[in-house]
């Protein structure tokens, strides 16, 4: 680098120096944040009372501990006239059960009983360290045990939205008294829809999103002992002889329908899919409210 003059040399080492910390830094920077919820809002009682005063239906706290001790949070509704049948909700990334509040209410006026958790590191409940269905998937068996045990329900079903529809996905090969469940707006490995998000939210390109997602992974086995790469529904989907209906928007560019698709292919014998025209993220019901409800209830209704 002789031919380099000095001030040029400097500022070239410089350079590298921090291209060779930022390397190293963001993917540290990138995990955490998809592991932690900063600013964790919490549901307030008065937001329960409004869904029950709103669907004719009561409610009451709902508390179970997860396998590893993890205290969870939830709310139960029971409508005035229950069907026999209940539903687990489970909410997105960032979320909270309040998130579930537009599908608890056409599942409850249509006799469901609604079991709606925050999931852990969300809401009230306890942990800090998001999963992505690896430790979530056994918290749906947890609260299975305690609806199941907490009202006489015939049969079971699940519902989850974004995040909380690959948690659900996840859980059931370890939850085998679903009878049906419905995935909306899915990923089918976690891997892959980091690496999307990185690419197409950040404007890092495929080449340069690849290796941050396999650090940021390498970090979060090695500080937190989570394997990321087990975080795959399309693992769990593949096998399963449980009904699922995945439903998408078109218009997705969170989480693209190509994910659902995926999932589909792996399994067309025990997966339906319906991708919503023009609907972006989880927003389907708002698409086509009427279609939606009377697909959803119809899934469940005739899977009993």
């Not at 919490?42 to 005063?53: G, K, L, M, T, V």
């Not at 009230?124 to 998937?137: D, L, M, W």
Request: negative net charge; contains cysteine; glycine residues 8%.
């Amino acid at each position: 680098m002789e031919w380099i003059p000095r001030k040029a040399r400097r500022l070239l080492i410089a350079a590298l120096i921090g291209v060779t910390i930022g390397s190293a830094v963001t993917p540290i920077l990138v995990s955490e944040a998809a592991l932690h919820i900063g600013d964790r809002p919490r549901p307030e009682s008065a937001h329960a009372d409004a869904i029950a005063r709103g669907n004719e239906s009561v409610w009451e706290p709902a508390n179970t501990t997860a396998v590893d001790g993890v205290m969870l949070d939830g709310w139960l509704f029971t409508p005035r006239e229950p069907n026999g049948s209940g539903v687990i909700l489970l909410h997105g990334v960032g979320d909270t059960r309040m998130g579930m509040a537009s599908h608890a209410a056409y599942l409850l006026r249509a006799g469901f009983t609604v079991l709606v958790p925050d999931a852990r590191g969300h809401g009230s409940s306890g942990g800090s360290v998001i999963s992505y269905g690896i430790r979530e998937s056994a918290d749906v068996h947890t609260w299975a045990d305690w609806f199941l045990h907490k009202r006489p329900i015939a049969h079971l079903y699940g519902f989850g939205e974004s995040m909380g529809a690959a948690i659900l996905l996840q859980s059931v090969p370890r939850e085998p008294r679903f009878r049906a469940v419905v995935a909306e707006c899915p990923f089918d490995s976690f891997e892959e829809v980091a690496r999307y998000r990185l690419e197409h939210a950040s404007g890092l390109g495929r080449w340069a999103s690849w290796p941050v997602v396999q650090i940021g992974f390498l970090y979060a086995r090695a500080v937190y002992g989570l394997n990321l790469w087990q975080a795959s529904p399309a693992d769990a989907v593949r096998s399963t002889t449980i009904p699922v209906l995945l439903i998408h928007g078109t218009a997705d560019v969170n989480i693209p329908p190509s994910e659902s698709e995926a999932l589909h292919v792996l399994n067309p014998r025990s997966t339906t899919l319906w991708l919503v025209p023009g609907a972006v993220h989880v927003s389907a019901l708002s698409t086509d409210p009427d279609v939606y409800v009377r697909r959803v209830t119809e899934w469940f209704l005739s899977h009993p």
